[in-house]
């Protein structure tokens, strides 16, 4: 008998259940690239009392020690929630011998260096595609470009549920607290929705995204996590007004002696890449000296899209990762020179304090301000004006005169 490559798999939630299913419906495809048939031979759920399998060969269990003594085990999938016991299962795994396969943003974004190292010790390979972005290739496509091309910088829609609630404030004009609820009860936002809402699983997947990219993560004194529970349909209805959209937006960027990495909401005008990206789905832009820019989008989460990533991870486990990347030996310019711009929102220019070496300031209306300087001046008004809102505005924005502004207000 042709013997299988066994797989254990921990969770049967959204995902776990995902890929359960897939590997039933796909097994001749997987099959016929592994050359072997695949087989989940245990499945690891909290309550055991919830869930039947119908296969009866599969042992279903509440005891990860009941997993450890599968004889011939290949392939640990994790699919369950949060740092622990994630990380111990995973690394017990690699002990073991295992490959793994992650969906684990949370755990991986904090013990991923720590897996990896151990994993090429034991001579496994460790798979992460669905930490970022569900569906879309992403950790793939910065592996492939990663070999030549220098990556400067990625921006993504990386959190389904910010998208999906700023785009409907803006298209329903709703107030925030009534767009999440509607997004609780479609299952788009979870009952604690602090992660989705605050940019913490935003910051998850920027943390696994700058490892990918620049080799480790940014200090915490360059990292900006802001989430967009502070905006208003007002802020919205304004901005619309200047034809700009509110995005929750993560951007890493390598700058001369540090990585900088921004989670929070941005203005966007219509050219930038994003500014079509609605609801739940996702954006990934990367920019690469040899290439240029390359957009993807798609979904970020769901059965589906993220069983597609854990399964093609489950085809590269196989092939060797280069993790070494070469020094970067170029001068990067420094950003502070940089033109950029703010949008204010709910300020009289008497109770802000003024940078004098900005090169524009301008009263839209009542209470909304433009600002218009370098970089390293907009960074030190922000920081002297803290606790104002104070939005970034990306993609060729024009400020129309304000005779124009005045006409659409
Ligand atoms: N949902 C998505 O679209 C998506 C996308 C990308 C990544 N992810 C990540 O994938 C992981 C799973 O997400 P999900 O949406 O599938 O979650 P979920 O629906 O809540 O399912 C979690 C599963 O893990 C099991 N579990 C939780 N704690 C456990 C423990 N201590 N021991 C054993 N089993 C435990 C649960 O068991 P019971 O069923 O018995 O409670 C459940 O089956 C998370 O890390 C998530 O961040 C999710």
Known sequence: MMSSINIALLGFGTVGKGVFETIETHQERIQYYLGKPVKIVA???KNITKHHLSDSEVLLTDNFEDVMQIPNLDIVIDAICG??????YIKRSIEKGCHVVTANKEMFAFHGQELLSLAAKQHVSVGFEATVAGGI???????SLLKVNRITKVEGI???TSNYIL???REQDLPFEQVLADAQNKGY???NPTNDIEGFDALYKALVLSQVVFGEHPEEENIIRKGISQITQEQIENAANLGLKFKHVVKLEKQENHIQCKVQPVLLS???PFYSIEGVQNAVSINADIVGNITLTGPGAGKLPTASAVIEDLLHLFEKHDSVRLHDERQLEDQGEEVGQRLIFNQRLDHLCIVDSLEEVEQLQEGVFYIKGREADL???????DGVAIYPIEGNFQLLNKQQYANIG
Do not use: D
């Open 43 to 45: 499945v690891l759920v």
């Open 83 to 88: 740092k622990e016991p994630g990380f111990t």
């Open 137 to 143: 290739p992403i950790i793939q496509t910065l592996r």
């Open 158 to 160: 990386i959190n389904g």
């Open 167 to 169: 785009t409907n404030m």
């Open 189 to 191: 936002a979870e009952a």
């Open 270 to 272: 219509n050219a930038h």
């Open 379 to 385: 960074t030190r008004f922000e920081q002297e004006n």
